[in-house]
């Protein structure tokens, strides 16, 4: 009864839940992460995260889903995942001195026995600029693999990738791929019910 689903497969937002003793399980979806490049970036971070929840929530009865989605724009530019080395090394130099804008879209399901789901949804956006790298610290990166699974070909929280970062206007949690802060006072409004029964703040 009321439990939380996470549907997301990213290791980052597990972690971040779990920091906010958060109990939830966590159910991956599979669906197509295609979309409309002409749409506006925070269209798509919203399309994708709900697509994500919805389609863990239409299989179940009683429980909160959360879909999340993160891009990078830069330049009027979406960066992904990068899909091999090379778009990494080239994603990399690109944002190198410059400031770019991480997105991510969350999507609350709530789902019932009797009627259809209802839910709501947020973006956050955090600005975050990099120092100027050398291709030396870009090659060895990327040979480390780290960036392979990052939308923008890096992670804020790396070991290496940290290294990267001037400075950021945001939740820093954003760019990790979930804003707890906004998470939160969401869920005060939107699922109390789910938190007195699922977050422990002892
Ligand atoms: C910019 C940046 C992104 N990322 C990650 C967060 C996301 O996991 C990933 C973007 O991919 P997403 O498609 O948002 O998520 P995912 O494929 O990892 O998981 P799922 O679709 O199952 O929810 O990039 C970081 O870990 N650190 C960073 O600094």
Redesign the pocket.
Known sequence: MNSIIL????P??KKLLEQINLTFRVQ??TVD?HYDPKRPPTDIVQILADR?ARDIAQNTALNLVI????I?VYDNKILE?PKNPRQAIKMLMELSGQTHT?LTGVALYKTFEDKDPQYHHFVEQTKVTFGEIDADDISIYVKSRAPM????A????DDF?ALFVKHIDGDYNT???FPLYKFYREMKNFAPEYLADNMNKG
């Not at 549907?7 to 990213?10: C, E, H």
């Not at 879909?67 to 993160?70: E, F, L, N, P, V």
């Not at 890096?154 to 929280?157: A, D, M």
Request: glycine residues 20%; without cysteine; charged residues 30%.
């Open positions: 549907a997301s497969g990213s980052r937002r991956v979806s992460e994500k879909g999340a989605d993160t990078v995942k991480v699974d990052k939308a923008g890096y992670g804020i929280q990738g760019v990790v791929g």
